[in-house]
């Protein structure tokens, strides 16, 4: 069974950092795009980062500049560097794959909350 583990969230005040993790098992982490997510109160799921399997990156451009997205394909481990957080960044953060068109899978998400 697939399965994408998120950690790293936390409080933090404006101008901080923070780096999540995504632990994934059960799948070939290497050979797939993996992405971030996030959503927050009141609003729709926004994709803020993928990274291919070549390591070629993408970010959307409220976080360009700012996140930097990262794989370890030893450990089958996803990352993201957030720094310059802003308050808007506040959101429960997801990790994802697609492994094909109707099989796409989700961690159960960690709080990132920036606030003074």
């Known amino acids: 069974q697939v399965q994408l583990v998120e950690s790293g969230g936390g409080s933090v005040q404006p101008g901080g950092s923070l780096r999540l993790s995504c632990a994934a098992s059960?799948?070939?982490?290497?050979?797939?795009?993996m992405k971030w997510y996030r959503q927050a109160p009141g609003k729709e799921r926004e994709w803020v980062s993928s990274?291919?399997?070549?390591?070629?990156?993408f970010y959307g451009d409220s976080v360009k500049g700012r996140f930097t997205i990262s794989r370890d394909n030893v450990t089958s481990t996803l990352y993201q560097q957030m720094n310059s957080l802003k308050p808007e960044d506040t959101a429960v953060y997801y990790c994802?794959?697609?492994?094909?068109?109707?099989?796409?899978?989700w961690g159960q998400g960690t709080q990132v909350t920036v606030s003074s």
């Open positions: 994802n794959v697609e492994l094909s068109g109707d099989r796409a899978y």
């Open positions: 059960d799948f070939i982490f290497s050979a797939y795009v």
């Open positions: 990274i291919w399997a070549s390591g070629n990156t």
